[in-house]
């Protein structure tokens, strides 16, 4: 393929590149004083990368995709999709953010350069082909969130998270490296086409340690079960919107590339993998339904809710067919909805002074200050819970329905029961929300950009989001079908 | 004969620097040890025709990492008296870390008399140009097919500044100590900055 058309469907990272260093020049020659526009310029940008991604992803010619940069980079209709999802979560992320930081005034120009290049980074990593491309995407994205995590410094949570995340992170690309060393070593390649024939010509020992080191690489990056320790700390220490950033846009990334790492180089001995991914799922289920019970910060509480719903979407993974993918991806689209819209939800409650209000007790009485914000959290949190006319339980039905398809009725009815527990937790702050005597300390601040971001989620994730199941059933068909196109 | 030489001199020199750098009293000495194990290392490089490889060590091993120990060293207040305080009361798990290391050592010799391990036939995307240096070949590989990479590299390598940069600057008020107006710094010219006088002999300069 020739440099150009490289160059062209590459192009939303390219641009993203180039925006973030002229803006990282304006961040450097302006000063303090350019955060405004510079955040209105990197939504624009995001929104523009957005439009680009989304015209390769409908182009009928296109509709293959294509291996570009000499085989290390493919754009088809899988990274196309992710790729929406993880720039649309972002540009939510930013719109929210400055707000928060007018309190200490810490809000600085560098924030949406660094959440371009993440955003960079997870589009690189999505599309990625080959091990090492995965792997600088990876890097590229993790690099970004460490500094974002201990981005309020007058706040030591914020720094002890920032640590927190760069030491575990470090260990979790070391995994994953290691993994990838051995993957290459016993395969000879890099590529995932070159993987995927060498493992379907025979595999041996060195190779299944390789793909489970690598899968325990990735796993640690979207938080599941065993390898979540970090997350708890992390999402609480963090400031508040990185914490939606965290819970949105590199897990979107992070999933998609752990979906293509399994389902293309490791596709044909799924056999060896698909156990991992079943435990881990059941594991992440119980124990992020069963570690939120006890919280008593909102933000820990949608960690462990967040790594509930990992479960879930791995759930459609250990299924291991198309209509597996496609589910995930569906989950995928909602779950971004109701962790953005619970995220912003949570950062607009604020006392009386202007601090956030993280501590559940102090929800108590929401209802009274401000209805209308807790009738969207209570949507938010009834979604999450999977309960029937709300469209989180949508994604809980396809993901479901595709393990049962794939003849796994006994993991279904274990995952099924196992989101019962976590029902309970999520009807404990609506029960806070509406039925405790009111603490008086939160009110609602009003904010027009939260709350455009806040009603847009809600209306996704409110029973009117049913109108979408076409779209995003078909979409999602299509993106999980170029993840199974054999070349 | 004169490979044979070479080797055993570089060898010998790297196993003494690497004893010298731990026994050493003062932790200045140890890291210039070090600087001489690197590049006594990199001269056993060059003998294996590892060219590429020799060059990183000094340039990077020496050149950037070694020269931040010494600044580490020498900027921060270590009391390294009271590091050694703990030498006999850890010397127990000392000893089982070095048991578990020679365990290894010996598991490793074992299997690698017992043959090679199977492993993949490299697919040829990185094969080399026959007949050329490392140096070219790396160059080749790294500014054609993987030219994509490179630049991702570098941008990490951007926001791993940018992130330092943003997490510990501090920018000062005007009027306050370490306050710094670049622009101004910037327009400053020799001409301002210095006066080239020519005093008389036997007469002071008014300054």
């Known amino acids: ?27 450097a020659f302006g000063g303090v004083k350019t955060s405004r526009g510079v955040t209105i310029a990197a939504v624009a940008a995001l929104f523009g990368a ?19 940069w000499s085989g290390l980079y493919r754009m088809d209709a899988f990274g196309s999709f992710s790729k929406i999802l993880i720039y649309l979560a972002t540009i939510g992320c930013l719109i929210v ?6 309190a200490t005034n810490e809000y600085r120009p560098e924030y949406p350069v660094l959440m371009i290049f993440g955003a960079v980074g997870m ?5 990625a082909v080959d091990l090492i491309t995965l792997y600088m995407g990876l890097e590229l994205m993790s690099l970004a969130s460490y500094v974002l995590a201990s981005f309020a410094r007058s706040d030591e949570r914020s720094a002890e998270a920032g640590l927190k995340y760069f030491v575990l992170g470090a260990l979790a690309s070391g995994i994953l490296l290691y993994g990838m060393s051995l993957v290459y070593g016993f395969t000879g390649s890099t590529s995932y086409l070159g993987i995927r024939a060498a493992l379907d010509g025979g595999m041996s020992t060195g190779a299944v340690f390789g793909i489970v080191f690598v899968l325990a690489g990735l796993a640690f990056k979207v938080a599941a079960v065993p390898f979540h320790m970090w997350t708890p700390d992390v999402y609480e220490g963090a400031p508040t919107p990185v914490t939606t950033f ?30 991992v991914v079943i435990f881990a799922a059941l594991a992440s289920i119980i124990v992020g339904a ?34 597996g993918a496609a589910a995930m991806l569906v989950y995928l689209a909602i779950y971004v909805a109701m962790s953005l819209g619970s995220f912003v939800a949570v950062l607009m409650m604020q006392d009386k002074n202007g601090r956030q209000v993280e501590n559940i007790a102090d929800m108590a009485g929401l209802s009274s200050s401000n209805p209308m914000l807790a009738l969207c959290l209570a949507i938010m949190m009834l979604s999450l819970a999977g309960i029937p006319p709300l469209f989180g339980f949508w994604g809980k039905f396809v993901v479901f329905q595709a393990a049962v398809q794939a003849d796994m009725l006994l993991f279904a009815a274990l995952g099924i029961a196992a989101s019962v527990i976590g029902a309970f937790y999520y009807l404990k702050i609506v029960k806070v929300m509406y039925f405790d005597d009111p603490a008086g300390v939160v009110e609602g601040r009003s904010d027009t950009s939260r709350w455009i971001v806040l009603a847009i989620t809600t209306l996704i994730v409110s029973p009117l989001g049913y109108l979408l199941t076409p779209l995003l059933g078909d979409v999602a068909a299509r993106a999980a079908s170029a993840l199974f196109f054999v070349v | 004969m004169i490979q044979t030489f070479a080797f055993y001199l570089f060898a010998v020199l790297v196993v003494a620097s690497g004893t010298l750098t731990i026994t050493a009293r003062n932790p200045v000495h140890s890291v210039l040890w070090l600087i001489l194990a690197f590049f006594n290392a990199a001269g056993l490089m060059v003998l294996v025709g590892a060219e590429f490889i020799a060059m990183l060590l000094v340039i990077v091993y020496v050149g950037a990492v070694a020269v931040l120990f010494l600044f580490v060293v020498m900027m921060l207040d270590i009391d390294f008296a009271e590091m050694r305080a703990g030498f006999i009361k850890n010397f127990p798990i000392g000893i089982l870390i070095a048991l578990v290391l020679l365990a290894e050592l010996v598991l490793g010799i074992g299997a690698y008399r017992a043959g090679a391990l199977e492993l993949g ?8 140009i026959v007949g050329e240096s490392n140096i070219t070949n790396i160059g080749a590989l790294l500014y054609s097919k993987y030219v994509f990479l490179f630049e991702t590299a570098g941008i990490i390598l951007l926001v791993a500044m940018i ?25 400053r010219r020799p001409e301002d900055a210095t006066e080239l006088k020519t005093p008389s002999i036997g007469k002071g300069v008014e300054l």
């Open chain 1, 1 to 27: 393929m020739s440099i150009l058309n490289s160059l062209y469907l590459s192009a939303p990272e390219i641009g993203l590149v180039v925006t973030g260093l002229i803006l990282l020049l304006v961040t």
């Open chain 1, 50 to 68: 957005a439009i680009f991604t989304l015209d390769l992803f409908t182009n009928p010619s296109f509709a293959l995709g294509g291996d570009i």
């Open chain 1, 97 to 102: 953010t400055p707000k928060f930081f007018d």
């Open chain 1, 123 to 127: 589009g690189i990593m999505v599309s």
């Open chain 1, 246 to 275: 965290f819970a949105t846009a590199p897990k979107v990334a992070a999933l998609a590339v752990l979906m293509r790492m399994a389902l293309d180089p490791f596709g044909g001995v799924s056999d060896v993998w698909q156990q």
């Open chain 1, 290 to 323: 069963l570690g939120a019970i006890g919280q008593d910060n909102v933000k820990r509480l949608l960690a462990y809710s967040s790594i509930n719903n990992v479960g879930f979407i791995l759930v459609g993974l250990a299924a291991a067919t198309e209509t």
């Open chain 2, 121 to 128: 036939v490299p697919d040829g995307a990185a094969a080399p």
């Open chain 2, 163 to 187: 992130g330092a940069i943003v997490l510990t600057h501090r920018e000062r008020p005007e009027g306050a100590r370490g306050h710094q107006n670049i622009d101004k710094q910037n327009r």
